[in-house]
């Protein structure tokens, strides 16, 4: 009866394996995600500090992609000589680059670090 517990048990556990490997990357990537936004606080122009304040980490999403991790800045403001709406945090992006180094800098690591927290979890199963 034990043996017949234990693959119960292992096919259980495999079954489940899908669904935790994506929560183990996920956990790499809010982290990756976390360090970018504090990279790109660092790299970017301050003049007032709104720019940098609004660097964060945005999740979620809808359907398949509720799993999403996104790394923003900024938001639309309205220039005041044209009316228009402006993505000033791009404006600045395209001048002085500073989400593009934070995501460089990280992005080498990532696929190491996803690899190896599914090994080190998977051998805790």
Do not use: C
């Amino acid at each position: 009866m034990s043996i017949h517990y234990d693959l119960d048990t292992v096919k259980i556990a495999l079954a489940e394996l899908p669904e935790k490997i994506l929560d183990w990357a996920e956990e790499v990537l809010v982290q990756q995600a976390e360090l970018i936004v504090g990279l790109a606080k660092i790299y970017v122009r301050v003049e007032t500090g709104s720019l940098r304040d609004s660097i964060r980490l945005e999740r979620g999403g809808e359907g398949m992609n509720w799993r999403r991790i996104r790394v923003r800045a900024g938001g639309y403001i309205t220039n005041p000589k044209t009316g228009r709406l402006v993505d000033y945090a791009r404006l600045i992006e395209h001048k002085f680059p500073f989400m593009t180094p934070a995501l460089n800098e990280v992005k080498p690591t990532i696929a190491a670090m996803i690899k190896a927290k599914i090994v080190e979890n998977a051998n805790a199963l």
